[in-house]
């Protein structure tokens, strides 16, 4: 796996404007956000019932894991199950494409079928979900501008009208959320060997601090 460096910062939108205009004129869109210039990420994070992977977060282990199932642009024909690691300061994010039907059968905790699909990230999840009791825990969903750039294989996110539903209506596009408490503006950069100066530049990431806030965390206020 390929582990890649990642900071965070909470900005006003003022700053978000700012930096998008920055960006813009050293970096690409990324592809998938050409048409309407943002997407719309909508994901079902698990945990078990000692919410284990929440207080990992909240109290900044140094090497953690969860496990969540995500799609964009309320497209169900293109779901992808995640599982986000950390360890030692940086993460990698390996990936597997779900069926429509095999999300289902997850939600439901019809899971038996798992452990011979041939997926080695989806057998994980099935053993995580018999050991430790994993089960959906909440929806988040947001909205990104996202920049490429590709010296350093960096990734600059800009995300903001950060939600939170029930796992009931995950998959339902149009399913009841609620906004978190602070209304959150993040600013995300990640990037493998070195960040180049062009894009800590346009990302005016000088003088920042850090964040350690986390989209689940928030989004777990009301369950």
């Known amino acids: 796996m390929d582990y890649r460096h990642e900071i965070k910062h909470m900005i006003s939108p003022g700053d978000a404007a700012a930096i998008r205009a920055n960006l813009s004129a050293v970096a690409k869109l990324d592809s998938h956000a050409r048409e309407r210039g943002h997407y719309c990420i909508r994901s079902l994070y698990f945990d078990d019932p000692l919410d284990t992977a929440l207080h990992e977060k909240l109290d900044g ?7 969540r199932i ?14 986000k690691i950390k360890r030692d300061g940086v993460g990698c994010k390996p990936q597997e ?3 429509l039907e095999e999300t289902q059968r997850i ?9 011979s699909s041939g997926k080695p990230l989806l057998v994980a999840l099935y053993v995580d979900m018999k050991v430790r009791h994993l089960q959906p825990k909440t929806v988040v969903q947001y909205r990104r501008v996202p920049f490429v750039y590709g010296p350093g294989n960096v990734r600059v996110t800009i995300d903001w009208d ?4 029930a796992p009931r209506d995950f998959l339902d596009p149009k399913g009841l959320t609620l906004p978190i408490e602070d209304d959150v503006t ?3 950069v990640k990037w493998d ?5 062009i894009i800590r530049q346009a990302a005016a990431l000088k003088g920042r601090t850090p964040t350690a806030f986390s989209k689940y965390a928030a989004c777990r206020v009301y369950c």
């Open 61 to 67: 282990v140094n090497e953690r894991r969860k496990f």
């Open 162 to 165: 950060i939600r939170t539903g």
């Open 193 to 197: 060997e070195y960040l180049p100066t």
């Open 107 to 115: 939600i439901k905790g019809d899971i038996g079928w798992m452990v």
């Open 97 to 99: 494409r779900l069926t």
């Open 70 to 83: 995500r799609y964009y642009n309320d497209d169900l024909s293109y779901i992808m199950l995640e599982c």
């Open 186 to 188: 993040l600013l995300e």
